[in-house]
């Protein structure tokens, strides 16, 4: 029998990637490919590439720099780059760093075989349309291996919503949901492999349209269905866009057990000239109403956020709004990153804000936003949560976890196996982290 390829894959930015990846190393599964940690080792070696950070092609291009010496010493090492700078550089990227043998944008990926194949047969394998089939389809059924015990399931893709700064509706196109039975059966298949909670994504996944038994499925229907299977403990699902908030999602926050009291839901920013201008279709004040609506449903839930700060335009006053909108809403968690152009959207070509003065905003922005996540989380010592256990953590004997708000939790010297779902009273906060003892 012959040994089987190895597949390196590196994955860049959001969850969707993770997931993407997962896809990508089954899909070569069937050319006989396993995985492998290292870069040395493979036979082919995949970037699962994010265009969202600043300078992100150009990072990739010199990541791809540092496999020459690896493809001189193994000429048949295949290098390949998939994902969102992938599906924005095309060919480029051949051109410009010739040792790429393929390029897979993140809606070609189910076709990832025959570009393999492509490869390996000496041609260059380029792939970034966006094809006609569902690539989810295409692609088969995933292996009956054991997994962990949480995991993640694309249930949305794409973006219609063209906010000023983003390129996702440029390199993941448009908004498309899966069908509905589809993604019982994958949940279901993964239940049956171990898993317990699992995270529902999309770019918008509150605008999860999928098609149903009686039409079109809402995402709130959709976790009602999963809500049945049993074995499956949690759901939880990541980005929401705002104006995708609808009644029966608020509701099922109130009253789907199963359904995790943690809500990641960005506002961008808290001025309603900058929210305009961003042509984000929702302003502070109606974000806030809805929080408000969110917290009614289910007092408890954990609110999460994405900022920009130094968007075009953005004055010291706009960013006193953002600051305000925080402060009201004090979030569990929130990421915030300073504006950077992303060329072919609209903001590209409008007049920047100093950099200096986009760095001090953002400094103050994440000093805010620390200082509410520590009292958050600090709030939680001699309170009792529930805890999924993921893995062993650092110490000898300790076991990491995390809580229905998705803070992580360490628990020292007790019998727990991954998998396990534990009552534990929270008995110290550190930095990124609570302590606790099972009940
Ligand atoms: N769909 C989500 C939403 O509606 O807000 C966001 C998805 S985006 C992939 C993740 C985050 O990256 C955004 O929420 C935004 O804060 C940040 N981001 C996107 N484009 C950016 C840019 N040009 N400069 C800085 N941050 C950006
Ligand atoms: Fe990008 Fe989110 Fe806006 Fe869509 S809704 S354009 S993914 S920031």
Redesign the pocket.
């Given at each position: 029998m012959s040994e089987p390829k190895k597949l390196y894959i590196k994955t860049y930015g959001c969850q969707m990637n993770v997931y993407d990846s997962e896809r990508m190393s089954e899909a070569l599964g069937g050319q006989g490919y396993v995985e492998t940690q290292s870069p040395e080792d493979a036979d082919m070696i995949l970037l699962n590439t994010c265009h969202i950070r600043e300078k992100a092609a150009e990072k990739v291009y010199s990541e791809l720099g540092r496999f020459k010496g690896l493809k001189a010493e193994k000429p048949d090492l295949k290098i390949g780059v998939a994902g969102c700078v992938a599906q924005a550089e095309g060919e480029e990227i051949m051109r410009r760093q010739p040792l790429v043998d393929l390029v897979v944008g993140p809606q070609s990926y189910h076709r990832l075989p025959e570009l393999e194949a492509k490869a390996r047969a000496g041609e260059k394998a380029l792939d970034t349309d966006f094809p006609e089939e569902d690539k989810f389809e295409k692609l088969k059924n995933r292996p009956k291996a054991k997994r962990g015990p949480t995991a993640f399931l694309t249930v949305q893709e794409g973006?219609d919503?063209?906010?000023a700064f983003?390129v996702?509706?440029y390199t993941r196109g448009a908004e498309v949901s899966r069908p509905a039975d589809r993604i019982l059966r994958e949940a279901q298949d993964l239940v049956e492999r171990g898993v317990r909670e699992i995270t529902l994504l999309g770019?918008?996944v509150n605008a999860y349209h999928g098609a149903g038994p009686d039409g079109d499925m809402t995402l709130a229907g959709l976790i009602w269905e999963l809500n049945k299977i049993d074995g499956l403990e949690r759901i939880r699902f990541t980005?929401s866009?705002p104006n995708d908030m609808t009644d029966d999602l608020i509701e099922a926050h109130g009253t789907c057990e199963k359904l995790m009291p943690y809500l990641h839901l960005p506002v961008q920013s808290g001025s309603d000239k900058i929210l305009k201008r961003m042509n984000r279709s929702h302003t502070a004040e109606s974000y806030l109403r809805l929080i408000e609506r969110i917290r009614e449903a289910r007092p408890d839930i954990l609110m999460s956020g994405d900022f920009i700060v130094g968007f075009p335009e953005e004055t010291e006053e706009d960013f006193q709004a953002t600051l305000d909108l925080v402060e009201q809403v004090r979030y569990g968690y929130a990421y915030s990153f300073k504006y950077s152009t992303r060329p072919g959207t609209p903001a590209a070509e409008r007049p920047q804000v100093d950099p200096q003065e986009a760095d001090d905003r953002l400094q103050r922005l994440q000093a805010l936003i620390t200082r509410h996540q520590r009292e958050i989380q600090d709030a939680m010592v001699d309170r009792t949560v529930r805890v999924l256990f993921e893995k062993p953590g650092r110490l000898a004997g300790q076991m990491v976890g995390k809580s229905e708000y998705l803070h992580a939790v360490h628990v020292s010297g007790a019998d727990l196996s991954a998998g396990d779902l534990r009552n534990v009273r929270i008995t110290a906060s550190g930095a990124n982290s609570l302590a606790g003892e099972v009940l």
């Amino acid at each position: 029998m012959s040994e089987p390829k190895k597949l390196y894959i590196k994955t860049y930015g959001c969850q969707m990637n993770v997931y993407d990846s997962e896809r990508m190393s089954e899909a070569l599964g069937g050319q006989g490919y396993v995985e492998t940690q290292s870069p040395e080792d493979a036979d082919m070696i995949l970037l699962n590439t994010c265009h969202i950070r600043e300078k992100a092609a150009e990072k990739v291009y010199s990541e791809l720099g540092r496999f020459k010496g690896l493809k001189a010493e193994k000429p048949d090492l295949k290098i390949g780059v998939a994902g969102c700078v992938a599906q924005a550089e095309g060919e480029e990227i051949m051109r410009r760093q010739p040792l790429v043998d393929l390029v897979v944008g993140p809606q070609s990926y189910h076709r990832l075989p025959e570009l393999e194949a492509k490869a390996r047969a000496g041609e260059k394998a380029l792939d970034t349309d966006f094809p006609e089939e569902d690539k989810f389809e295409k692609l088969k059924n995933r292996p009956k291996a054991k997994r962990g015990p949480t995991a993640f399931l694309t249930v949305q893709e794409g973006c219609d919503k063209f906010c000023a700064f983003c390129v996702v509706p440029y390199t993941r196109g448009a908004e498309v949901s899966r069908p509905a039975d589809r993604i019982l059966r994958e949940a279901q298949d993964l239940v049956e492999r171990g898993v317990r909670e699992i995270t529902l994504l999309g770019q918008n996944v509150n605008a999860y349209h999928g098609a149903g038994p009686d039409g079109d499925m809402t995402l709130a229907g959709l976790i009602w269905e999963l809500n049945k299977i049993d074995g499956l403990e949690r759901i939880r699902f990541t980005t929401s866009h705002p104006n995708d908030m609808t009644d029966d999602l608020i509701e099922a926050h109130g009253t789907c057990e199963k359904l995790m009291p943690y809500l990641h839901l960005p506002v961008q920013s808290g001025s309603d000239k900058i929210l305009k201008r961003m042509n984000r279709s929702h302003t502070a004040e109606s974000y806030l109403r809805l929080i408000e609506r969110i917290r009614e449903a289910r007092p408890d839930i954990l609110m999460s956020g994405d900022f920009i700060v130094g968007f075009p335009e953005e004055t010291e006053e706009d960013f006193q709004a953002t600051l305000d909108l925080v402060e009201q809403v004090r979030y569990g968690y929130a990421y915030s990153f300073k504006y950077s152009t992303r060329p072919g959207t609209p903001a590209a070509e409008r007049p920047q804000v100093d950099p200096q003065e986009a760095d001090d905003r953002l400094q103050r922005l994440q000093a805010l936003i620390t200082r509410h996540q520590r009292e958050i989380q600090d709030a939680m010592v001699d309170r009792t949560v529930r805890v999924l256990f993921e893995k062993p953590g650092r110490l000898a004997g300790q076991m990491v976890g995390k809580s229905e708000y998705l803070h992580a939790v360490h628990v020292s010297g007790a019998d727990l196996s991954a998998g396990d779902l534990r009552n534990v009273r929270i008995t110290a906060s550190g930095a990124n982290s609570l302590a606790g003892e099972v009940l």
